[in-house]
């Protein structure tokens, strides 16, 4: 029995995973689990099984790389995907990143004016860019695996290959030996995008970065320095001092700040109302705002509570909800009634119904859905009226021959 609600929580929690991953199956009275993970289970930890690092190791490595340089690799690969996402820099970025981003809808190819063809952010992309690197690389793997299956192809090598990297070390070499073709594929786009080292297709062996890792560990820790380090500067005059002079960082800042002065470490903005109207416009949230200016926030910063000034984020939200002032939501108007009862008539009924958003003597508006209730109510009415009418029709012509017969007599 779980004492503790939230650990109570957890391991409920943690059941349904094993169960939706079908690792483990419930029955009324226990949890079993699935006979290929049990097996696999009791290899590993009785130390059996084929070793994906290879039987025979690998030679010294002339070219070896430390910890620190492939930190230093996997920050500048994934940050040119970026840089391309926020100023459309190709350098250093290959089509089958640029296709993944197209998929992904991060961004879109042109279609008017000189610049046909030529790749654009979209809203999607721009939210994509505030988020963090974890996040980032997480929701870049998993639209790759899904363009692997538009194509036809099965993703289950290249989900062995990212479940190997997990439990690899960084710094140590492993090489490409008895890896499939479609691993190897795999193997040079992790390279692109910063998640593997290989210094050239045909070496031998590759590096796992800190990047890939932290992030198959779930961790986010290390992943980018500009987080652990801070540079932006937040004053209650809505000025802003960025200390930096990475172009990503400041194309990623200029997306709701008005950058006016630069200096050769330095940038100087101003966060008006202006610039947060555009990022709003572009997709991005008054919330993913104040969250990029509290993560990068510079140390001075983050001694103080709170981080970021709460005139600056009061005033952010401020300007999100002058957007949200007016809904715009389907609806239909119905006018040039034949008289004035038929317009009451479906005044009445609408109102009554609670589907009428506005009206006059003229003009009657519904929301979209409360239309085919109306419609329904109207062509029944209509169908009435009209027999009614015939009715009366038929009457008045028994009443006219009954008054034509009666006369014609002697």
């Known amino acids: 029995m779980c004492v503790h609600l939230v650990s109570c929580r957890a391991h409920l929690e943690a059941l349904e995973r094993l169960k939706a991953l079908r690792i483990a199956v419930a029955n009324d009275t226990h949890w079993l689990l699935s006979p290929s993970f049990r097996v696999g289970l009791r290899t590993a930890l009785s130390g059996g099984g084929k070793s994906w690092a290879g039987a025979d190791p690998l030679e010294p490595d002339?070219?070896?790389?430390?910890?620190?340089?492939?930190?230093?690799?996997?920050?500048?690969?994934?940050?040119?995907?970026?840089?391309?996402?926020?100023?459309?820099?190709?350098?250093?970025?290959?089509?089958?990143?640029?296709?993944?981003?197209?998929?992904?809808?991060?961004?879109?190819?042109?279609?008017?004016?000189?610049?046909?063809?030529?790749?654009?952010?979209?809203?999607?992309?721009?939210?994509?860019?505030?988020?963090?690197?974890?996040?980032?690389?997480?929701?870049?793997?998993?639209?790759?695996?899904?363009?692997?299956?538009?194509?036809?192809?099965?993703?289950v090598e290249a989900l062995a290959l990212l479940f190997r990297l997990s439990f690899s070390t960084v710094g140590m070499d492993y090489p490409v030996e008895g890896l499939t073709e479609g691993q190897l594929d795999l193997l040079q786009h992790l390279r692109e995008i910063g998640l593997v080292f290989r210094r050239k297709r045909t070496s031998r062996r590759f590096y796992p970065t800190p990047l890939a890792i932290n992030l198959a560990s779930g961790s986010a820790k290390n992943l980018d320095a500009a987080d652990v380090k801070g540079y932006i500067v937040v004053e209650t005059n809505f000025r802003i001092y960025a200390y930096t002079d990475s172009p990503l960082q400041l194309a990623l800042l200029s997306l709701f700040v008005d950058?006016?002065?630069?200096?050769?470490?330095?940038?100087?903005?101003?966060?008006?109302?202006?610039?947060?109207?555009?990022?709003?416009?572009?997709?991005?949230?008054?919330?993913?705002?104040?969250?990029?200016?509290?993560?990068?926030?510079?140390?001075?910063?983050?001694?103080?509570?709170?981080?970021?000034?709460?005139?600056?984020?009061?005033?952010?939200?401020?300007?999100?909800?002058?957007?949200?002032?007016?809904?715009?939501?389907?609806?239909?108007?119905?006018?040039?009634?034949?008289?004035?009862?038929?317009?009451?008539?479906?005044?009445?009924?609408?109102?009554?119904?609670?589907?009428?958003?506005?009206?006059?003597?003229?003009?009657?508006?519904?929301?979209?859905?409360?239309?085919?209730?109306?419609?329904?109510f109207w062509q029944a009415h209509r169908q009435q009226a009209e027999a009614d009418a015939q009715a009366r029709q038929r009457a008045y012509e028994q009443q006219v021959a009954q008054h034509q017969a009666s006369t014609m007599q002697p």
């Not at 879109?108 to 721009?126: C, D, M, Q």
């Not at 330095?266 to 969250?291: F, H, N």
Request: hydrophobic share 40%.
């Open 62 to 155: 002339a070219h070896a790389k430390d910890i620190s340089e492939l930190e230093q690799y996997s920050r500048a690969r994934w940050e040119a995907v970026l840089q391309f996402m926020a100023a459309a820099n190709t350098e250093g970025v290959t089509q089958e990143v640029v296709n993944v981003l197209i998929d992904a809808e991060l961004i879109s190819l042109s279609t008017t004016g000189e610049g046909a063809g030529r790749p654009v952010i979209t809203n999607k992309g721009f939210q994509f860019l505030l988020q963090d690197v974890a996040t980032q690389v997480w929701y870049f793997l998993t639209q790759y695996l899904n363009s692997l299956q538009k194509r036809g192809a099965d993703p």
């Open 259 to 376: 950058l006016r002065y630069r200096f050769p470490n330095m940038v100087c903005g101003l966060l008006s109302r202006d610039s947060v109207r555009k990022a709003l416009v572009k997709g991005l949230t008054a919330e993913q705002m104040i969250r990029f200016l509290r993560t990068h926030a510079h140390p001075q910063m983050r001694s103080r509570t709170p981080v970021l000034p709460e005139t600056i984020s009061d005033q952010l939200r401020l300007w999100e909800l002058e957007r949200n002032r007016l809904r715009v939501l389907p609806a239909v108007l119905y006018e040039r009634f034949s008289n004035q009862r038929e317009h009451d008539l479906l005044h009445h009924y609408g109102r009554d119904l609670g589907v009428e958003l506005a009206h006059s003597s003229q003009h009657i508006v519904v929301t979209f859905e409360g239309h085919e209730q109306i419609k329904t």
